[in-house]
Structure formats: C-alpha cells, structure tokens
C-alpha cells in the first residue's frame, strides 16, 4: 500500500492527446515490441502436448505404411523425440518419449498392436529415449535463456544509444524530453509521462507525455519523488497501480519521475526492463541537469554582462562629474 504522507501541490500543464506526436521531434527508429521486456501471459501447457502428441501421431501412421523394420522405426522415434525436444519443453519432451516407446512397442515391436516384452537391445533404445529428451531439453532450455539474454542485453545497449544520440541532437530540455518519450512509448509498447520539478518545488507533467495522469497517478508519482524509491505496477509499493514510477535521480536529488503504463497483456516484468527504465530515467536526469547548467550559465553570463553595464554608466557618469567639478574648482 502507498504510504500517507501529505501529497505536494501540482502544476498541472495541458497533455496532447494519446495519439498526438510529441512536438515534431524526429526519433531514432526502434521496433515496437522487438524486445521481450514485459513477460507475457505464456500459453497453455496443453497446446505444446497436443503438438508432442499430433507429431508422435503423425510418425505413427506414417511408420505403418512404411517398409521398414521395427528397429529403424524406433530410431525414427528416437529423432523425433529430439526434434520435439528443441520445441518444446522439458516436460513435453518427457512426454514425447513416453508416448513414442509406447507407440513403438504397441505398433511395430512384434507381435504388432500388443505390448511386447522388451530384449536388452530394446530395452536399451527405450532408455535412450528419456535420457536423450531429459539431456536435450536442459541442454535446449539454457540455451534459449542464453539467447533471451544475450538479445535483450544487446537491444538494451541499442536502444540507450539511439536515445543518447537522439538526446544529443536536441537543442532544448522539451526537445529532449520529447524525444526520450517518443523513445519509451515505441519500446515499451505503453504511454509514458514525465513529472519535473518546478523552481518552487512542485511537480508537473511534461508536455510532451503521452500518458494522461489522474489523482491517485500523481499522489503515487509524489511518493515515488519524496523517497527517491520506484513504486507502482510490478514493485513492492502500490502493486494495483497499472502505471510504473521511476525517480529521475541526480547526486543530490531528484529531478522529477518517469511514469510508464505497460500494456495490458504483461504481467510481470524482467531485470533488463527494470534496468532499462532505470537507464532512460539516467539519460532524462542527465539532460535536466544539462538544462539546469546551461540556464545556470546563460544567467551569469547576463549578472556579468549586467554589472559590467553598470561599471561602464558609473564609469561614464563619474568622468561627466568630473570635468564639470574641475571647472567649477578652477
């Protein structure tokens, strides 16, 4: 639950609509939905034992009518099993392996269509089968996993430098924000929003945001900016949220949040989604703090331009004094 302390005050600018471009900003291309970064509902079990069973079918009927002896079917068994093993998993491939020495040894192992005692050799082709699908479907498992990893990792590292380089080209904190939005919007397939802070201390949302925020949004987006600490959807404080806050941090404090409402099919999310919020917050604090410095410089450039007006009038003033007094004291 969302703790109570009292929520600041916000300045509230007008959104764009849901299906506005954010401010004519042209974004580095990123393919919607190309990285698993939300963890979908996976389907039902029963679909990849119905795919074992069509296949171990198919072999079947297929081994009948087929001049071969029952020895070189059940290597066409034992082939089958690993092919399915690469599809499917473990436990469907355990299956397949049962299904298939029973499929063997009712169908081809003479007598046909009776369950045979089994000789050594058999015996030994039938172990090879669970052996076979429990190796190969360990061995399939890491590897896809290897595979999700090493892909998610490298399109992590794409897309933070499409952002940096799009980041780069603006010319202004809305330009930059536009632009890091856009960039969430397409990966994450969701609609984003960005709370600043004010120079009196309160939030608003960016123009730019493509996510419209209601009350309970922004009371959570308070607390996510008090604490410096993530909250909302699949987080530990207001898990019922359908929106994720992540603080924009700098050294010192924070700079506003970034709220992010994934789409609906999700339901958990991943360490490299995690760490890829975290790492576009990273690279909005950097352009904020960018911001702030260059605001902070063109102000004392315009106190130094300012006070050398001021010694030049003096200047000027004191030197018309001057000869006037001169004249005078002659």
Known sequence: MLPSPATPSFSMHPLPSAAAEPMGVNVSPVERGQAAYWVAREPSPGRALLEVLLVIAAVTVAGWFLPLSYDALGHIYLLTVIVLSLRVNRWAALVA???????????????????????????????????????????????????????????RATALFHLTRALAATHSLDEGV???????????????????????????????????????????????????????????????????????????????????????HAIRSTPQQRDLLEGFAAQIALLVEREHLRSANERAKLLAESDRMHRTLLDTVSHELRTPLAVLQS
């Open 97 to 155: 392996a049962l299904t298939s020495a029973l499929a063997w040894n009712y169908t081809f192992v003479p007598p046909r269509l009776s369950f045979s005692k089994l000789g050594l050799e058999d015996g030994l082709l039938l172990g090879t089968y669970f052996v076979v699908a429990l190796i190969a479907s360990q061995l399939t498992s890491r590897i896809r996993e290897q595979q999700r990893s090493e892909h998610q990792r490298e399109q």
């Open 178 to 264: 536009a632009a890091a939005l856009a960039q969430a919007d397409v990966l994450f397939e969701a609609r984003s929003a960005l709370l600043l802070v004010d120079e009196r201390g309160h939030l608003y949302p960016h123009r730019a945001s493509s996510l419209s925020l209601n009350e309970p949004t922004l009371s959570l987006a308070a607390w996510t900016w008090r604490n410096r600490h993530e909250g909302g959807r699949f987080t530990q404080v207001s898990p019922e949220a359908d929106t994720i806050h992540v603080p924009v941090l700098s050294d010192n404090h924070a700079l506003g949040v970034l709220v992010i409402r994934p789409p609906t």
